[in-house]
T-cell receptor, first 110, second 114 residues
């Protein structure tokens, strides 16, 4: 059965800390892995990864994919209270299906 | 215009009511999606329309009926719902229906079934 597992389920850090969120997957015919940030309601897109070893970066956020070990990490450096959210990982396959993980809830304390 | 809009924001309905959720995008996207999200759970895909044709119906109960009147609009008709159908209903769109296009999500409709 195809599945996406995220860890940790929740995380509480202080402002300025660096965090690493994990997403591992077992999805047949993998094509892409996407990270989303969900605050109050709508998830907003962060990154799409399709190739191993190529880091995607946007400001304090970065992400990388390892297709051999079947996981991705999302790093956030110098965390701010505005980073508090649920971070969702989704994996797409050749059948155009997207499998979402349960998310990591990040709380950044001032 | 790079947003997906959804109406209403909140909806409370009885089990015998009929209501509709609406979703609209003007980004020229050709794929539109309905997701259901329960508290502290990931979104679950319900329906996908690609070029206004239903591509996936993930064995969703028939009390949920999708409609895609044109490439910019997506409706979800609700009839005889159960209390366990209470959830956040998210609409999303993407350039095309494939795994290489990120989805843009609307703010959702918070549905409560009494």
């Amino acid at each position: 059965e195809d599945k996406v597992v995220q860890s940790p389920l929740s995380l509480v850090v202080h402002e300025g800390d660096t965090v690493t969120l994990n997403c591992s997957y077992e999805v047949t015919n993998f094509r892409s892995l996407l990270w989303y940030k969900q605050e109050k309601k709508a998830p907003t897109f962060l990154f799409m990864l399709t190739s191993s070893g190529i880091e995607k970066k946007s400001g304090r956020l970065s992400s990388i994919l390892d297709k051999k070990e079947l996981f991705s990490i999302l790093n956030i450096t110098a965390t701010q209270t505005g980073d508090s959210a649920v971070y969702l990982c989704a994996v797409g396959n050749t059948g155009n299906q997207f499998y979402f993980g349960t998310g990591t809830s990040l709380t950044v304390i001032p | 215009d790079t947003e997906v809009t959804q109406t209403p924001k909140h909806l409370v309905m009885g089990m015998t009511n009929k209501k509709s959720l609406k979703c609209e995008q003007h980004m020229g996207h050709r794929a539109m999606y309905w997701y259901k999200q329960k508290a502290k759970k990931p979104p679950e895909l319900m329906f996908v329309y690609s070029y206004e044709k239903l591509s996936i119906n993930e064995s969703v109960p028939s009390r949920f009926s999708p409609e895609c009147p044109n490439s910019s609009l997506l409706n979800l008709h609700l009839h005889a719902l159960q209390p366990e159908d209470s959830a956040l209903y998210l609409c999303a769109s993407s350039q095309a229906y494939n795994p290489y296009n990120e989805q843009f999500f609307g703010p959702g409709t918070r549905l409560t079934v009494l």
